[in-house]
């Protein structure tokens, strides 16, 4: 088992920021793809970012590229997603997810075995 606990959303103006955390233990292997996800009211669920624990390789969704940054703090096991010039659009449940990789590269296409519990992101306009 992975517990992963959400943290740090919450309601902000549009162009404004939001800083997500997700608190992880139980893994110590350094082969893990941690991701963010979000899910919006009646649409699916869509991989938002992930970084591959053990080179610190990033990959995002292009709506969210250059705008959000994650980042993973080794010695405190915190997942970070850093979200800047936020957009209505990205109002939503945010989950952080985590599996492991066998390949040396990680995919938010992964089925991903581990999961928070959400955090809600609002954005007003």
């Known amino acids: 088992q992975v517990p992963l606990v959400e943290s740090g959303g919450g309601s902000v103006q549009a162009g404004g920021s939001l800083r997500l955390s997700c608190a992880a233990s139980?893994?110590?292997?350094?082969?893990?793809?941690l991701a963010w996800f979000r899910q919006a009211p009646g649409k699916e669920r869509e991989g938002v970012g992930v970084?591959?624990?053990?080179?610190?390789?990033?990959n995002y969704h292009d709506s969210v590229n250059g705008r959000f940054t994650i980042s993973h703090d080794n010695a405190t096991n915190t997942l970070f997603l850093q979200m800047n010039s936020l957009k209505p659009e990205d109002s939503a449940v945010y989950y952080c997810?985590?599996?492991?990789?066998?390949?040396?590269?990680?995919?938010?296409?992964?089925?991903?075995?581990?999961w928070g519990q959400g955090t809600q992101v609002t954005v007003s306009s």
């Open positions: 997810a985590a599996t492991r990789s066998f390949t040396g590269v990680c995919s938010l296409q992964y089925n991903y075995e581990y």
């Open positions: 139980g893994y110590t292997y350094r082969n893990y793809c």
């Open positions: 970084i591959y624990r053990y080179s610190g390789s990033t």
